[in-house]
């Protein structure tokens, strides 16, 4: 993770796995290339915070050593690490109180079974969700689009971007 | 059929140093000594002294200071340093724009692929060498170095044909426009270079192994789903990013499950954030 100062805003910009939270009006949380990967982006009505995740697995079960190293790698970690970052801002970290913002879990073309990972990550996130008896107010996801994800922490509005693409908002 | 000006620009691309191009031979040579790594990368002074910075680095731990290619080998191994040559010589030809792919570079796709493919190579029915599958793995998408003048502003068209379904990828896209792709060209590329056969043919069959001779399959098939990997993990490499398809008949050279692909993503992502922290720390 890094805080890059453009001079005309910050930019919040997270690796594979990371998490970071803030709410600076000036600043935008953005991750690049996602494949597979889900970004997860919760916005606090209350208290105008908004974090984003980089979620690359759904399960940490698959390597404990790297869920303490890295939380923000798995859905299951991720999501409960970036509630509790949020905290530090006001935030009551219970995830009902936030609104949700899915993009990515994209795969190659033709890849089904066991090469779909992007479905299996927007599985779980999904899953999260409903134990937490919420639903996201916006996605765009699977498909076979590599997504960057910038969230605007005065709007709550993300964009999405691909090399070759138009931009494009949920 | 591909154009004059295509071979003419083959010719013309920048070669690896000399020292690259035998570490490549060194790889595919069955019994490889520590000295004979050492004696080829000491007379190749950037490539030394990058290798002396990295191994001195804060992430390698090491106690003493290392000051020579000779102690760096015998402290950490033949294969280690082999492998740190091999990221450094391809990061500084391959870490430069596209603009053909609106790319800013394939180092770390490449890089990724490398280290996928070093991963998936004792897993395939047909185990392969490790250090092989990771040097294919690295170079297989040099044939992009030289299309990507020929591209032009292409990447809008490309795409909505692929999403309308009028081009089944990136592959026929590139072919429809030119008359070749990167895979045909990238093996044109390796042949001018000399490069080892198993680089040559791992380039020409990374998209569809299942056209490789039978005694290439394997390699083939390995650099093709390490690449799927890599673009899975992580899809910066351009516009072509996750536009090409699976190779379906991979089920006859590989067997693992879900979790065992997602444990393969894991270590690439290790591996990789390692090796940039590195880089990054030395300021190359």
């Known amino acids: 993770m890094a805080l890059i100062d453009t001079g005309k805003n910050k930019v919040l910009l997270l690796g594979i796995g990371d998490y970071g939270s803030t709410n600076r009006a ?9 494949g597979s990967c889900v970004a997860v982006v919760l916005l606090d009505p209350k208290t105008k915070t908004v974090g984003m995740v980089h979620v690359a697995l759904p399960d940490s079960n698959i390597q404990q050593s790297h869920r303490t190293f890295k939380p923000g790698y798995f859905a299951d970690t991720g999501i409960k690490i970036l509630l509790q970052d949020m905290k530090r801002f006001g935030s009551s970290g219970v995830l009902s109180d936030m609104y949700v913002k899915l993009a990515g879990g994209a ?10 990972i992007g479905r299996r990550n927007i599985e779980a996130i999904k899953n999260i969700l409903i134990e937490n008896k919420i639903k996201p ?6 498909g076979v689009i590599s997504r960057t994800v910038t969230v605007e922490v005065k709007t709550g509005i993300v964009r999405l971007s691909c090399p070759g693409r138009d931009d494009w908002f949920i | 059929m591909i154009s004059e000006e295509i071979l003419a620009q083959i010719k013309k691309t920048q070669k690896f140093s000399d020292a690259a191009i035998k570490l490549m031979h060194v790889v595919n040579s069955v019994n490889y000594s520590a000295n004979d790594i050492i004696e080829i990368i000491r007379y190749d002074s950037k490539l030394t002294a990058i290798i002396l910075k990295m191994v001195n680095s804060a992430e390698f731990g090491m106690r003493r200071k290392v000051d020579s290619i000779k102690n760096a080998v015998s402290m950490m191994g033949a294969k280690k340093i082999l492998d740190i040559a091999q990221e450094i010589y391809t990061r500084m030809y391959l870490n430069k724009p596209l603009s053909g792919y609106e790319s800013d570079g394939m180092w770390q796709h490449s890089l990724r692929t490398a280290l996928a493919a070093a991963q998936l190579a004792p897993l395939c029915v047909k185990p392969y060498d490790t ?4 040097t294919a793995g690295i ?4 044939g992009k170095n030289v299309l990507s003048n020929f ?11 692929i999403d309308r379904h009028r081009l ?3 592959l026929e896209a590139e072919e429809s426009k030119l008359g070749t792709n990167h895979s045909e060209v990238g093996e044109l590329l390796a042949r001018e270079w000399q490069l080892p056969e198993f680089i040559c043919q791992a380039i020409k069959h990374h998209h569809k192994p299942s056209l490789a001779e039978e005694e290439f399959k394997p390699i083939a098939y390995i650099i093709h789903m390490a690449d799927i990997a890599a673009m899975l993990s992580c899809s910066d490499q351009g516009s072509d990013s996750l536009l090409y398809e699976v190779d379906t008949t991979y089920t006859d050279y590989f067997h693992f499950s879900g979790q065992e692909l997602e444990e393969i993503i894991l270590v690439i992502d290790m591996e990789c954030e390692q090796i940039q922290k590195t880089f990054a720390e030395i300021g190359e």
Do not use: P
Request: glycine share 4%; no cysteine.
């Open chain 1, 26 to 34: 000036d600043t935008e949380i953005k991750t690049m290339a996602l």
């Open chain 1, 107 to 116: 795969r190659v073309i033709k890849a089904e079974g066991v090469l779909d």
């Open chain 1, 137 to 142: 107010v916006a996605h765009d996801l699977a």
């Open chain 2, 131 to 134: 250090e092989k599958a990771f």
């Open chain 2, 139 to 142: 170079l297989h998408d040099i």
């Open chain 2, 151 to 161: 591209l032009g502003n292409t990447a809008h068209s490309f795409i909505d044909n």
């Open chain 2, 168 to 170: 089944h990828d990136y």
